[in-house]
Each structure stands twice: as C-alpha cells, then as structure tokens.
C-alpha cells in the first residue's frame, strides 16, 4: 500500500471516529435525519470504504437487491447452480443476508474486516438454505457460506428487500448496497417502474457505483417493448453504461431459471472477477465515488451538527435573560422604596421613634450633629426587629424573582427548539423550595453582615465620638441598609414615598452626620453593588440545573470546522496521490 494511500486511510479514519462522536442531543428539525445520516456514513466507512481502502486485492463484492420477491434468491441459486438461499411465495422471504464465498477465500469474510456490525453465521457448504426466520436478531446477522459455485476473487451477497414493509429490511439492504463493490439489481416486468428502486439507483449513478441491472420475468412477447423503455429511464437516471441482463418469464425447474437466462450474468461476473487488474477497476471506481459520496455527506452532517450549537446556544440565551431581568427587577424593587413599607417602615420608625425630633431632624439639618448626639444620649434601640425586618422583606423578594426566573426559563424552553426534554430534566434537578429559601437567607444576612463590617471599618478610620458611635455600628449599619432600600444611588428624592423617604431621610442624616457625604455616597454604592452579587449568586445557584443540562449536552461549539477540517486532509491526502 502506497504511503498516501495509508494516510488517506488514517485520515478517513479520523473523521470516521469524529463523525461517530457526535451527539444530536436537541430535538431540532434536522436532527434525527442527522443522526441517521450519520449512522449511514459510519456504516459505510466500516463496512465498505476503509477495508476496501486498504485493501483493494480483496475479491469484489456484489450485492444483489431489489423489491421482494423480485427473484433475487431464485437469481442467486441458479447462477450457482445450487439451492443455498431460500426462496418462497412468503413475502418478504430473504432476512438475513447470505454471502457466498469461493472455499478458497473464507478469510476475507470471517473476521469483521468488512461489516463488522454484523454477527458472522457460518453454515456447512451443503447445508440446505436455512428457512426464513422472522426472529428480530437475523437483521443483526451475516449468514457465510462457502460455494464452489464461485469463482475465486467474487463474493456475492442475497440481501434483504430495499423496499420492504419489514423496516429492517430495507436497513439492512442499504446498508448492504453502500457495502458493495458491484450492484445485481434485480427488477420485474411488472414493477420496473416503482419509485423507490430508482431513488437508489439515480444515488448509485451519482456515485459512480458499477451497476447491473437484472429484469426478471419478462413476459417473451413484451421484451423488447419494456428493454426499451428500461433504457431509456436508466439513461435518465444516469445508468446508461450499466449492463441490462433481461430474464424471460418461464415455468421453473426446480426452482432454478433456465440455464440459457442467467448464464450471460454468470459471465459477465466471472469476467470482471477473472484478473486483478479488472477486479482493481470494478472496486476502483465505486470507491472513488463512495468516497466523494461519504465526503459530500459528512459535510451536510458537520452543518446540522452546527444547528445543535445554534440551538443550544439560544437555549443558553434563554436562561441569561430570565437572570439579567430577575437581577433588573431585584434592583429596582430594592431602590424604590417598595420594601419600606408594611414590616419595615414600622419597625424602622419604631427604631427612630416618629416623634418631635426626628421633625426637627427634617427641618434642621444644619444642626444635625447635635441632634444627633441628643438622640444617642440615652441607651441606643435595639436594632434586631429593623434588621429582622428587612431580611424578611429581602428573603421574600429573593425568592419571588429567583422563582420567577425559572419561569421564565421554562416558558422560553417549552417554545424554543430541542428545549422541551432538557426542561423535564432540569425542572426534576432543581433545588427544592426550602433549600432556596435556605440559601436566599444566608445570602442576605451575608449581605447585612457585609454592610455592617462597611460601616465598622469606615468608623474605625475616623475620629467619632465616643457617643456617635454609641449609637452603635448596627444602628448605622441599619441606616445604611434603610438608605440603600429607599434611593438608587444613596441619595433619597422625595416623590409618592414621602411617608417613608420622610423617615428613611432621617437614616440618610445620621449617617452623613457621622461619616460625611462623600462616605455615605460611596458606603451605598457598594453596599448596593453587593447585594447586585449576592442575587446574581443566588440566581445563577438557582439556575444551574438548566446551565448544567446545557453544559451536558456534550455539544461541541467547533464541530463544523472540525468535520470540515477533518473532510479537508481526507481531500489532500487524495491528492497527494492516494486514490484518484
Ligand atoms: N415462474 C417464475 N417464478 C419465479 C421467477 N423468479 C422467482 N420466482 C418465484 O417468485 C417467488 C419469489 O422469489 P424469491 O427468489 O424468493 O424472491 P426474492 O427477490 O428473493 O424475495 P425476498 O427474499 O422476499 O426479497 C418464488 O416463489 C420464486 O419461485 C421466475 O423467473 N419465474
Ligand atoms: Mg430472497
């Protein structure tokens, strides 16, 4: 074998095993064509076009196939002069395809060297034909027989119905035809002209697949009428070089044709099988073709693999926007002063106390620092309920977006293509309710625990008073956290919230009191920034079920590119002067 040809070998290789790897998880359009077209051409790169590849001295293969009952096995036995395939009235008859051999040439067939998906059956050279069975496994099965009936350097397969009502039939008998090196096709006077026969034929032609073409029972006064006809579709479907062998209808001898009729094919075979050189041609040729054929395809195969990419990668899309409009709408019910209502603000006025002074607050604050001091002479309020509160509020606000999220996930999925399995598988991963209330929780007492180490540590860089800070860090922490839930950037505006931006203000005042404008501004910009993290954690916590199942698709992003690159050294390596 010629060095080019082996790298071609490898490289068809190489795509062979890319090709089988990939998956076609989303239940788009294309995809389940995809897949059978994908399992199509690794059958065909297994059972055919690697062994022929590397080794082009192997003896040719025909297969011959047809409609059932078309008199395939009746074809088969009389060019053999022996019985070894059944043949019967029942319909379909043939189910596991037979291959008969020359005794001499058993080894090319024993192992898995050509389709190695099927189990090899080994029947006694004058066994009688074995009976048809509609047992499931014969389809996963090659029955071998060796016969002297053949010459040395042809095997000829009795394939399966292409067209039958068995489905696994018509599987196999694809299969069988991609495998061949030389077509028999077998047809009838009477249904010459059904359509499926000629869809694999006209694929045969472009292929460059060496064909013959066998009519069978033809009644003697119509011969010429429907040889003529035969032509001229088989040119249209371009067979014009295929060989048309005509077999008249008679009455049959024991089964077999008579001699007369099949011995020009049994000629024309033995010709083609008698010297390497014309056995080189015949298997020459449909390789070629098979291989542009498998080349063609598995590019078709590398696109729609793409549209899974395209699908998943919307799928993901999905899922970001339910958590970029959850984050949207955290922020803005955290910044309009919605949470200060109800438990909050009562708890908060408590805390302040809604009477004179914080009046007086509202209406002097110029003189807020002595206000201040006075509101903290006397033992500080505690600050538990504000705090208790507010994670209440927060937790529930939490949650509430956090599931609206996974709705709106759901709702995009159910409509999205291949979205609608991986919901199921999602939806049953997701964390239960109590779990999310759990997490959401420690979320936002981190986030008070945050907010309060903020404020601890912008008053251990001052110069406070012994009082001022006795109103205690978790007061002020408090403020802050008042503050925040009641302006976007820690600047309360009044508007509609008067009742509680009126009170929130007074949390504003006292902590500008202590720590100054610009540190206030600064304190709730972060604060507000953590509290962002913090859902945006939750969220994507929340989320991962729907990012995991994505993640498990096993969708590789570069997959065209791969398969085209992959086709590409097939394509050089040819050129190289491998097969041309
Ligand atoms: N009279 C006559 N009968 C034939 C001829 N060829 C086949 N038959 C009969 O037609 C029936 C079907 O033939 P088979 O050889 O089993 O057909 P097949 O194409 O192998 O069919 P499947 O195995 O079902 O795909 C059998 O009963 C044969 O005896 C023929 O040329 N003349
Ligand atoms: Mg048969």
New binding site residues.
């Given amino acids: 074998m010629a060095n080019s040809t082996h790298s071609a070998v490898v490289r068809l290789r190489s795509l062979r095993d890319l090709l089988a790897g990939i998956p076609f998880p989303l239940a788009i359009d294309r995809a389940e064509r995809a897949r059978d077209a994908r399992d199509h051409l690794v059958h065909q790169l297994d059972d055919y076009v690697l062994p022929r590849y590397e080794r082009l001295d192997a003896p040719l293969l025909a297969v011959v196939g047809?409609?059932?009952?078309?008199?395939?096995?009746?074809?088969v036995n009389s060019l053999l002069g022996v019985d070894v395939?059944?043949?019967?009235?029942?319909?379909?008859?043939?189910r596991r395809p037979l291959l008969l051999h020359h005794p001499a040439e058993s080894s090319w067939f024993e192992d898995d060297r050509i389709l190695p998906s099927l189990a090899r059956v080994r029947v006694a050279p004058d066994a009688p034909p074995t009976p048809a069975s509609s047992d499931p496994a014969v389809h996963s099965e090659l029955e071998i027989r060796s016969t002297r009936g053949l010459p040395q350097g042809l095997a000829i397969i009795?394939a399966?119905?292409i067209d039958?009502i068995v489905n696994e039939n018509r599987q196999v008998a694809a299969q069988l035809l991609a495998a061949a090196d030389l077509w028999l096709f077998?047809t009838t006077a009477a249904r010459y002209a059904d359509a499926v026969p000629w869809d694999l034929l006209r694929d045969a032609a472009s292929r460059n697949t060496v064909v013959a073409i066998i009519l069978?029972?033809v009644p003697p006064e119509v011969v010429d009428e429907v040889r003529t006809d035969l032509r001229r579709r088989l040119v249209e479907a371009g067979l014009a070089e295929a060989p048309l062998f005509t077999?008249e209808?008679?009455?049959?001898d024991g089964?077999h044709?008579p001699e007369d009729q099949v011995a020009p094919i049994r000629q024309w075979l033995g010709s083609l099988a008698a010297d390497a050189t014309s056995r080189s041609r015949v298997a020459r040729q449909t390789l070629l073709g098979a291989v542009g054929s498998v080349l063609g395809n598995a590019a078709d195969v590398g696109e729609a693999a793409q549209q899974q990419v395209v699908a998943r990668d919307t799928l993901r899309t999905r899922v970001v926007e339910a958590e970029e409009e959850a984050l949207r709408r955290l922020g803005s019910a955290t910044a309009d002063g919605s949470l200060l209502r109800g438990e909050v603000l009562a708890r908060w006025q408590e805390f302040v106390g809604t009477g004179d002074f914080f009046r007086s607050v509202e209406a002097q604050v110029g003189r807020i620092r002595d206000r201040v001091s006075a509101f903290v002479r006397g033992a500080p309020a505690p600050t538990e309920p504000v705090e208790a509160a507010i994670e209440e509020g927060l937790l529930t606000l939490l949650e509430a977006e956090t599931q609206r999220a996974v709705a709106d996930v759901d709702h995009a999925w159910r409509f999205e293509g291949g979205g609608r399995d991986l919901l199921a598988e999602a939806l049953r991963e997701l964390p239960t309710e109590a779990r999310l209330r759990g997490e959401a929780s420690r979320h936002v007492v981190e986030w008070q625990d945050g907010l309060l180490a903020m404020v601890r540590e912008e008053g251990a860089d001052r110069r406070f008073t012994a009082r001022m800070l006795s109103l205690g860090v978790n007061g002020l922490g408090i403020a802050l956290m008042i503050t925040i839930l009641a302006s976007t950037g820690g600047v309360i505006t009044g508007g509609e919230l008067a009742a509680a931006g009126g009170t929130a203000v007074v949390g504003q005042k006292l902590l500008e009191a202590v720590f100054g404008e610009d540190a206030v501004r600064r304190m709730a910009k972060q604060a507000r920034a953590r509290l962002n993290e913090h859902g945006e954690q939750l969220l994507e916590w929340y989320l991962t079920p729907f990012t995991a199942a994505l993640d498990g698709l096993g969708i590789d992003p570069d997959v065209r590119a791969r398969v085209d690159a992959a086709i590409a050294d097939v394509r050089a390596a040819q050129a190289e002067g491998g097969l041309e």
């Fill in positions: 047809g409609s059932t009952g078309a008199g395939k096995s009746t074809l395939a059944a043949s019967s009235a029942i319909r379909p008859t043939t009795d399966p119905d039958s077998v069978d029972r077999i209808e008679s009455v049959l089964d044709l």
